[in-house]
């Protein structure tokens, strides 16, 4: 049985060095993936409502079509859940924690 490409071993050393707890760390890159996840919903949204139409006709058949294909689009996208992990291992995800200070 052949592992799916989106499955990735992650080190857990690694996730919880940036922040210096684990937990920290997956609930700062939840919080990213929402982000990015609504981000990509809202822009699909936008995409698609382009081809709404109140009218069925024999011509919506051919519009379906590029619907389909932009949905396939970002079907191939990486997951929010990914970009976000590497995004954070990159250091490119800055944060602080609510009870410190900014100093």
Do not use: C, H
């Not at 996730?15 to 809202?42: C, F």
């Not at 079907?75 to 490119?92: S, V």
């Amino acid at each position: 049985m052949a592992a799916q490409s989106s499955i990735v071993t992650r080190d857990v050393e690694k996730i919880a060095a940036p922040s210096g707890n684990v937990y920290e760390s997956v609930v700062i890159i939840s919080k990213r993936a929402r982000q990015i996840a609504v981000n990509l919903k809202e822009e699909l949204n936008n995409k698609l409502a382009e081809f709404a139409t109140t009218v069925d006709n024999l011509e919506e058949v051919f519009e379906n079509r590029e619907q389909i294909e932009i949905s396939k689009f970002y079907e191939r996208m990486p997951k929010p859940t990914n970009t976000a992990i590497e995004e954070f291992l990159d250091g490119e995800l800055t944060f602080r924690m609510r009870n410190e200070d900014p100093a």
